[in-house]
Structure formats: C-alpha cells, structure tokens
C-alpha cells in the first residue's frame, strides 16, 4: 500500500499489532535524501492515510533517508 504513493521508494520495519477492533500500524518509508522535509512530511501524511483507509487502523510512518551508496 505505501508503495502506491509517490516518492516512497522503499519500506521497512512494518509492525501492526491487532487490537480487537482497533489496528495499530508503524512502518518506515524511505524516501529521497535530498527532498525538504515539508515533501518528505506530505509523503507520510499520504501513506498514513492510505493504510488507515484501506486498513481502518492508525497508522505512523517514520522517515528514513534513502541512499543511493550506504557509505556516503
């Protein structure tokens, strides 16, 4: 699901823990390194609202930088 919203190039770290009737989602989502953080912010916002809608859960996203090179 997080992978249909633009600027998400990878995802990692997903946990969802199932309470009953309430889903809790948390996840990371890279995105590029180089973007303001007002953009990166909007990605999460988007891939939050993705997954709530889809999931009916509550959902946080935390933003990685992705790196082309792991060693820059």
């Known amino acids: 699901m997080a992978h249909t919203v633009p600027g998400v190039i990878s995802t990692h770290g997903?946990?969802?823990?199932?309470?009953?009737?309430?889903?809790?989602v948390s996840l990371h989502v890279e995105v590029e390194g180089s973007l303001p953080l007002t953009?990166?912010?909007?990605?999460?916002?988007?891939?939050?609202?993705v997954i709530n809608e889809d999931l009916y859960a509550v959902t946080t996203v935390h933003l990685d930088s992705y790196r082309d090179d792991p060693h820059s």
């Open 14 to 24: 997903i946990a969802v823990h199932d309470y009953g009737t309430h889903k809790m």
């Open 39 to 49: 953009e990166a912010h909007d990605i999460a916002d988007k891939v939050e609202d």
